[in-house]
Each structure stands twice: as C-alpha cells, then as structure tokens.
C-alpha cells in the first residue's frame, strides 16, 4: 500500500484544446505535506473553462483537476492525524487563516487561498500541503466511493452559495441552469425547505434534477423562462432566481424573472472583464437583491462533508460516466458536447 514508485502518469494541459498524459516523478512528501493516490477525479466546469481557453495565470504546462479523493500513500514529518492507507477525501484550498478576510470569517474569499490551490488531480499522485492536510482533509466512510466523495469540493461550493440565502423566507425558488452545479443547488436548496424549478435545455438533466424532488421545466430561450416561472410562481415572478450558469445572457436573465422584492443569487462565474446590464428600476424600485458567491469557507466544507457521507445530496446520478485517466480528452469532450455530467476520471494501474 505504501510503496510509492518513484514515476506516475499525470495529464497536462499544453494549449486550449489540448492535454498529455506524461511520466512525471512522484512528488515527495515534505514536513506535513500527505502525498495521496488519486482513486478517482471528477472533470468540473472550471476544467472545461481550462480546456477551451486556456488560463491567464496558468503557465503551460499546467498541472490540472482538482475534484478527486483517494488514499493516503506517504505523510511528511509531523502528520499525525492521517497514516498511509488511510482513504480520504478532501477540497483543494484553505484560507490563510491571518488575512482580513479570514478574521473577518469570509474565509472562502482569501486570496492566498486561492493562490495556493491544489491543482493536479488528473493524476495517480497528487501532493496535498500542510495547510490543506490541517483544514480541509478528511477520512472517507467505507460507504461513500471515492468518485463521489471527490464531489466534496462542488458541493462545498454550492452550500456556500447557499449561505448567502434567507431561506427562512425563500419560497419558491428557480434554478437557472442543468449542469452539475445547478442540480446540486436544487438539491441543497431543498434541503433548505424552498419548493424549486430548474429551467434547463437538456432533458436527460432535468430528469436528474425531478430524481431530487424538483420541479422542472424546458425553457430553450428567455421568453419560455419567463412564461414557465409565470405559470410557476404567478406572474409576480420568483422571490429567489439562482443563476448556474455563468454567462452575462443568463444573468440579465436572471434579473429578468425575480419578483419585486426578490433575490438573485449569481452563482455560476463568468470571465472577468464580463459586462452584464440590469435594468437599474428592477435594482432601486423594486428592490430586487444581487447577491455574488464564490468558492467555499471551512464552515461550508464541514457541511457539504456531512451532507455526502450522510447521504443527503447522492451525487451518484451526476457522474454518469467513468474513463480512464488515458482518455481525459475524451472525458472533457463529453462534458463540453453534453454527452456527460460528470465525468470521473480513475488513474488506470499498472497500464503505462
Ligand atoms: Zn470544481
Ligand atoms: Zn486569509
């Protein structure tokens, strides 16, 4: 279980559009740093992003992948809490813990956090830092299978997300969008008590997403979306419209269905430098709310970690396929042509 060759597989991404899987050596584990074997990672619409244009900050070639669980095959000095063998599961950040943001318990926006993420899961090692191996690692229960804890990290996302709501007075509530994310949301949502619609474009989606316990709709443009949360939610429009999808269409879009009085949660990230326009009567008359969300704090992470081992978000329907690590190409073309949710990618052993 321990013996840790000294070269892995591990993919790189060389250009928009394009990734290698290389022989690369095995990083080593220094003072409380855990170096983990990847039993399974998870392709995220952050990676596609990646894939398709490349990464300002990102020098090629990039390490990539950061949703992923696996086994603990070597610990640095110091490490007491995990040992090799251990199964674990784990998100690819953690705050710095003495910045402003942190003091002031928006944790999920520290930029060293950021700075310092975990990048690399599409690989058979990956090496996890002390800050991450103190905050953000934590043991997975025998019923939990390593593709679906790896969803740890999205669903640390969305409950975050889902922090910045009131649901004590949410009520009915549209999710705009049926990728991973957006379901999930609906699925988180719920939990929160709110009655949910999830406008998508893709039925096998919605299909997942009425699995959950929501309601769904097919809206292919902005005037169906309007009518569907019409008929839905009365002509008033939606108390709460979560935008999942990340472009500056969906999110007039999702200023567009809010009622007066009613609350956008922007959820799904655009590319800086994306302008969007509202109409500013919506924002001051009628005081509908934007409200932004981004990454995850500790405290979202302890809570998605006990929503997935407890079995109350089951991400099983959203990994609808399973590729090795060979074929990543093939799993990020299947996600961009929506052939896939999720894919989940497992490090092929002993193959070369
Ligand atoms: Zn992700
Ligand atoms: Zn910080």
Known sequence: MSDVPSTMRAAFLLEPGRVEVRDVPVPRAGPGAVLVRVDAALTCGTDVKMFRRGHARLPVPAPFGHEFAGTVAAVGSGVDAFAPGDEIMCVPTAPCGACRLCAAQRENLCTAAIDRMVLGAYAEFVLLPRHVVTQHVFRRPASLPAHAAAALEPLSCVVHG???????????????????????????????????????????????????????????????????????????????????????????????????????????????GTRVEFDAYRI??????????????PRAVAEAYRLLCGGEVDVEPLITATLPLGMLQDALGMIMDRSAIKVALTPDRGAS
């Open 162 to 272: 889902a922090s910045r709501v009131d649901w004590a007075r949410a009520g009915r509530t549209v999710v705009l969008g049926d990728g991973a994310i957006a379901l999930l949301f609906a699925r988180v949502a719920m939990l929160n008590g709110a009655d949910v619609l999830v406008l998508g474009r893709h039925e096998d989606r919605l299909a997942v997403a009425r699995g959950y316990g929501a309601d769904t709709a097919l809206a292919p443009g902005d005037d169906a979306a309007a009518r569907e949360v019409a008929s839905w939610c009365g002509s008033a429009g939606a108390p709460l419209v979560v935008e999942c999808v990340g472009t500056a269409e969906t999110w007039r879009l999702a200023a567009r269905l809010a009622a007066i009085g009613g609350r956008v949660l922007l959820f799904g990230g655009c590319a800086a």
């Open 284 to 297: 001051h008359y009628e005081e509908v709310d934007l409200i932004g969300a981004f990454h995850y704090t």
